[in-house]
């Protein structure tokens, strides 16, 4: 049995050193070492260069109001009525052929759609020969009516139903199934007082009441 010593040995020897040339200043290794480009402030260019995608928030807040202002100018044109008369108009006195409680629901309608209410007074008031003012109250009391003549006293009724006729008539539509219902029951109008407050005569074990078209029937 033979022993040896075991060596190691690198894969490749190493290439031999270059010897240094005495001309050339060894460069600098050390963290100290200054970047060519140091102290130089960078422009707001370089650093983060403008987008053409990205909108600033004036511009996104301008676009916001003109559109609003576009919306609003397209519902003023939508509700202009002022070319259209209706018999009785110069004296208030046009015959009313929608219930209460039908106006009701047409305001509803405006109001779903964005419409405030303010706006819906300020449209019924102008109805009215002279103008009459109606404030915001009300006309949240008279929707908080109930029946075909609750709030039929009220100048939201008599506005809103000569507005909503207008209405009607410009945008070309027909009668309504219950607009001729109304008219048939009440071939005079409705009238403008709260119908139900007043007395009937009738026999004793008899009932009046008034339907939703307000026709009065007894029982």
């Not at 779903?112 to 009391?141: C, M, V, W, Y």
């Not at 207008?166 to 945008?171: A, E, T, W």
Request: proline letters at 7%; hydrophobic letters at 25%; one cysteine or more.
């Amino acid at each position: 049995m033979y022993r040896k010593q075991v060596s190691y040995q690198s894969a490749k020897d190493p290439a031999p050193l270059a010897p240094r040339d005495p001309n050339v200043t060894p460069a600098r290794r050390d963290s100290t070492q200054e970047s060519p480009n140091k102290g130089k402030k960078r422009s707001h260019e370089e650093v983060d260069p403008p987008s053409e995608e990205v909108t600033s928030p004036k511009s996104a807040k301008q676009k916001k109001t003109t559109d609003k202002s576009d919306k609003s100018n397209d519902k003023k044109t939508d509700y202009d009525v002022s070319g259209i008369r209706l018999d009785g108009e110069e004296d208030n006195i046009c015959p009313i052929f929608d219930t209460c409680q039908d106006i009701r629901k047409k305001i509803n309608a405006e109001i779903r759609r964005d419409t405030t209410k303010a706006e819906l007074a300020r449209i019924f008031g102008a109805q009215f020969n002279p103008l009459h003012k109606i404030s915001g109250s009300q006309l949240q009391r008279f929707l908080d009516k109930k029946g075909p003549f609750g709030g039929a006293e009220s100048g939201v009724y008599y506005g809103a139903y000569v507005f909503f006729e207008k209405l009607r008539m410009k945008q070309g539509k027909p009668e309504s199934k219950r607009r001729l219902q109304v008219k048939e029951a009440n071939p005079n109008g409705m009238e403008r007082t709260d119908a139900s407050r007043k007395y009937v005569t009738c026999i004793q074990g008899e009932r009046p009441y008034f339907d939703s078209v307000g026709r009065l029937t007894i029982r």
